[in-house]
Each structure stands twice: as structure tokens, then as C-alpha cells.
């Protein structure tokens, strides 16, 4: 078995590992580094829940190989609180009721803080546009929507 | 299973030769990855062609757009001057997938998947985008209409891939647009697809069009008897009624789940219409 030697920032953090050529980003991340926010829904690109942010941009983790990701810059829905602060957004999705199962909500929240850092003040439609390649089972979306444009709204409120 | 990422053509051209066949080109992997889950592809060697300069930029030389076949379409959005001259094929690669899938998906790879439902393909075929193409006997041109052959297949040669998509010089008074119709806003495959491009003189008459037709047949259309009902023609409801009488005759599309023959061949009249229409108000702006 041929295997990748591969170094890449995840949360800050400098990591190293052999990989397979086989092996995505995703494997990597949930059985290699034992981060197992990063869901896998579909393997196929379709659900989001597995989305992480890869030097600086919203991507499927199980639509990158791990040898890929070699010098990148990987965010996952870990890095997202600040010790025990959470992040705005996780804490409005606590306060609305924005999740029930939960099997999307880190991929939820890893595509609306992409979105808010580039975007600060979306329309519903630029959000719901944005978050089109998350799924859900559970809520309607309804509840996710009106959480991220209230944390925006927040947001601002605290820039100001 | 082997993975490889070249810094120079040579060594990825070298790459390609060795492996006698048995090699994936790797770009975005929105494509390729879901084909090797499938167990559908099981190549030896995956040669990542995203760490090659020459594929990842955008520059304009000699007033013309080169637009390098592993950039993403999420780059392609943000590239202002590349949106303001050529609109239709920045929407056309816009389309596909999600946030997600627009961070990977690469204008290369949409081509070389070869579906005949690609949605860059068509605007990049009303274009009259080429493409450099290079492999062991050096480079050579290829417009992007010749490249897809049938579903899954195209014509490059083993050793082959395609490093760039260049745009032709933008005249005054120049537009282009792509629609495509699917039956839910975001995240499907294309039914129909329509890619129409205009250059009009200063009187709004039209000297020069192109219209590309997708998934209406086993690869993406160039429609010349289309263009011709337009050039030398102002638009109007006449023009517009030849149109897409010259697009539905040129349909050969399947039956499937999505669509029917009867439903295909009238829809790609339909939003070559609309494209048109489209095309012409943006280009009498410029
Ligand atoms: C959830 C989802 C939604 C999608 N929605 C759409 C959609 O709406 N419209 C649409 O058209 N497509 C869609 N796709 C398909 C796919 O995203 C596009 O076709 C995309 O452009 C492929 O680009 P890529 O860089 O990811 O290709 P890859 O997967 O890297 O490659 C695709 C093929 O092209 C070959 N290849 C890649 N680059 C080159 C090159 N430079 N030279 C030679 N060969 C090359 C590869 O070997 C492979 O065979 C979707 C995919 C997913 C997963
Ligand atoms: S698991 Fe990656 S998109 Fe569904
Ligand atoms: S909360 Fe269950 S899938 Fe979204």
C-alpha cells in the first residue's frame, strides 16, 4: 500500500500523518484524528454535513482526498467555540431550537460562519442560496435560516 | 493506488506517459471522487493537477481571457472583469453544485466528465472558447465543442490533458448567457441547456453568434443553423419563432425520468429563446 506523508493545520494546530490515496479528508479527520464532528451523511457531495473549510473556502471533507489537503489549512466545526465560548452562532441555534437529531447542524454551522465571515449582513435568500448544499431531515430549515440571520444581525449589533 | 501532484507540465506529462493508461487526472474531484466511492473508476495513479501554475489563474494576454482549467468556479465567480466580459460563462460554471461543490468544481473537469448535461460546456461552446491542450508530442489547439464525444468519453489521447480555456477578443456591443432548465432551483442536473452568444454593430444588427445546445444529445451541441437565423438579423418575435425551430431540429435527445424527447426538444427552443433575448439586451449595453 502506497501511502501519502501529509502535513496540514487543522484548528490552529500543526498535524502530520501517512495517508492513503484512497483515504478523504473526512476519513482522515473522523478516524485518523479522532475529530468526529464532521459528519458523514452522503459521501457523495450532496448532504453537506461533512462540510469543513479547506484554506479559506466551504468544501465537502468527503470530496477531498487526505493527500490533497497536504500544506492546507483545514477549520473544522471543533475549532468553532473558544474553549468553553461558543461561537454566536452555535449559541442562537441553541436558543431557536435550530437543531433536533443534530446530524447536519456542524455542517450548518461550519457553511453559516464561512458565509458570515465573507458576508455579514445576508438577505434570507443569499442564505438560504448559500446553505442550499446542506440538508436537513428534521427542521424545515425554517428555524436554521432565521438562526443565521439573527446571529448576524447580533453580529453587527457588537461591531458597531 | 497512487497519488501525485506535479509542480511542472513535464513532470505531469511524464507522469501520464509512464503510467500506460492506468491514471486519473485529479482536479476538483466532484466528479471523479463519487465515480471512485461508486467503484466505477480504479485508477493506479491519481495525478492532482491543481499545484500547476499555468491551470490555476486567470489572465487576460492580448485582450483575450485565458482561464486555466483547474481554477474553481467559486474563483470564477469573484473574478470581476472575467464576469463583466463573458457573464454567461461565469453563471453557466455558477450553476454547478452548491457553496460546497463551486469550492472544488473546476471549469476541466466539468468538461472532461464528458456529460453531455455539463453546464460550462454549452456557454463555453457559444464562446468559442479553445482549449490548449498538451501531452508527449507537445501542445496543440482544441475547441471545447470537439472535446466530449459521448458520454464519459472525449477525444483527448491517453497522455493528454487540458491546461487552459481561452476566450476570444471581446468586441463593443458583445453578450453572451446561459440558461439551463432543471425542475428544482438548486442542485440538479441539467434537463436542457442553453448557451447563446451575440456580437451586434452599432445599428443592434447581429455580425456574429454562436448557440450551443446541452443535453439534447450523446455530447454538447454547436448549433450553426441556430446562429444563422440570427446573424444579420435585428431580434424579434420572427427571429426568436427561427430560432428555436433551428434548435428543436437539432435535438437528439433520450427519453428518461426527467425529461422526454417531446419535452427536451421544446424546452432547448424554448430557453435558446430566452438566452437569446438575454444576450442581446447585454450585449446593447456594452
Ligand atoms: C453535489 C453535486 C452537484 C453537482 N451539480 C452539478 C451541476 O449542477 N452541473 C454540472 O454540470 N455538474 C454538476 N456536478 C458535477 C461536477 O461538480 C462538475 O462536473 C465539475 O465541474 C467537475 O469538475 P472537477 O474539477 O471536480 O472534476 P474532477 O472530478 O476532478 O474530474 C472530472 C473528470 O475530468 C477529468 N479531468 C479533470 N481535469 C482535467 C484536465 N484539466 N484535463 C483532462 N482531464 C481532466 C478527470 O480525470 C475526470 O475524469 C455536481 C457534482 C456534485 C457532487
Ligand atoms: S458526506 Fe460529504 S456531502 Fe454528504
Ligand atoms: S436536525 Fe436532524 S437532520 Fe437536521
Given at each position: ?14 498535524v ?12 482522515v ?25 479547506l ?35 452555535q449559541?442562537?441555534?441553541?436558543e ?38 446542506n ?26 | ?7 511542472t ?40 493537477v ?117 476566450l ?5 456591443h458583445s453578450?453572451?448567457?446561459?440558461l ?13 441547456g442553453?448557451?447563446?452568444n ?89
Amino acid at each position: 500500500m502506497v501511502k501519502t506523508h501529509v502535513n496540514m493545520t487543522v484548528n490552529g494546530e500543526a498535524v502530520e500523518f501517512l495517508c492513503e490515496t484512497k483515504a478523504t479528508l473526512l476519513d482522515v479527520l473522523r478516524d485518523e484524528l479522532d475529530l468526529t464532528g464532521s459528519k458523514e451523511g452522503c459521501s457523495s457531495g450532496d448532504c453537506g454535513a461533512c462540510s469543513v473549510i479547506l484554506d479559506d473556502r466551504l468544501v465537502c471533507a468527503c470530496l477531498v482526498l487526505g493527500a490533497e489537503a497536504d500544506g492546507g489549512n483545514v477549520e473544522t466545526i471543533e475549532g468553532m467555540a473558544d474553549a468553553d465560548q461558543l461561537h454566536p452562532l452555535q449559541q442562537k441555534f441553541l436558543e431557536e431550537a435550530a437543531l433536533q437529531c443534530g446530524i447536519c447542524t456542524p455542517g450548518f454551522l461550519v457553511a453559516a460562519k464561512a458565509l458570515l465571515e465573507r458576508n455579514s449582513n445576508p438577505t434570507e435568500t443569499e442564505v438560504r442560496y448559500w446553505l442550499a448544499g446542506n440538508l436537513c431531515r428534521c427542521t424545515g430549515y425554517d428555524k436554521i435560516v432565521r438562526a443565521v440571520m439573527d446571529t448576524a444581525e447580533e453580529m453587527k449589533g457588537v461591531s458597531k | 493506488m497512487r497519488y501525485l501532484s506535479p509542480h511542472t507540465i513535464n513532470e505531469a506529462v511524464a507522469a501520464l506517459a509512464d503510467s500506460d493508461g492506468d491514471v486519473k487526472i485529479l482536479a476538483g474531484g466532484t466528479d471523479l471522487l463519487v465515480q471512485l466511492r461508486a467503484g466505477m473508476k480504479a485508477p493506479g495513479l491519481m495525478l492532482d493537477v491543481k499545484r500547476l501554475p499555468e491551470l490555476r489563474s486567470i489572465n487576460v494576454e492580448k485582450n483575450c481571457f485565458h482561464i486555466g482549467a483547474a481554477v474553481s468556479g467559486a474563483e470564477m465567480g469573484e473574478h470581476e472583469s472575467l464576469k463583466g466580459s463573458w457573464p454567461g460563462v461565469v453563471e453557466a460554471m455558477e450553476l454547478i453544485g452548491s457553496t460546497q461543490i463551486q469550492g472544488r468544481a473546476t471549469p476541466g473537469g466539468n468538461l472532461c466528465n464528458a456529460s453531455p448535461a455539463a453546464d460550462s460546456v454549452p456557454a463555453m461552446v457559444a464562446a468559442g472558447a479553445i482549449c490548449t491542450v498538451v501531452g508527449s508530442e507537445g501542445s496543440r489547439d482544441l475547441a471545447v465543442e470537439d472535446v466530449g464525444i459521448s458520454p464519459g468519453q472525449t477525444s483527448l489521447g491517453r497522455d493528454e490533458f487540458v491546461v487552459d480555456f481561452r476566450l476570444p477578443e471581446r468586441p463593443p456591443h458583445s453578450g453572451d448567457a446561459y440558461l439551463r432548465f432543471i425542475p428544482r432551483t438548486e442542485m440538479d442536473i441539467a434537463v436542457v441547456g442553453a448557451g447563446v452568444n451575440v456580437v451586434l454593430g452599432d445599428d443592434g444588427v447581429c455580425v456574429d453568434a454562436r448557440v450551443s445546445l446541452g443535453a439534447v444529445a450523446p455530447r454538447v451541441l454547436l448549433v450553426p443553423d441556430a446562429a444563422n437565423e440570427l446573424i444579420g438579423r435585428k431580434l424579434n418575435d420572427e427571429v426568436l419563432e427561427k430560432l428555436d425551430a433551428a434548435c428543436r431540429a437539432a435535438c437528439r435527445p433520450i427519453d428518461d425520468k426527467r425529461g422526454t424527447v417531446e419535452y427536451r426538444t421544446q424546452v432547448s427552443g424554448v430557453l435558446a429563446r430566452r438566452a437569446a433575448v438575454i444576450a442581446f439586451e447585454r450585449a446593447g449595453e456594452k
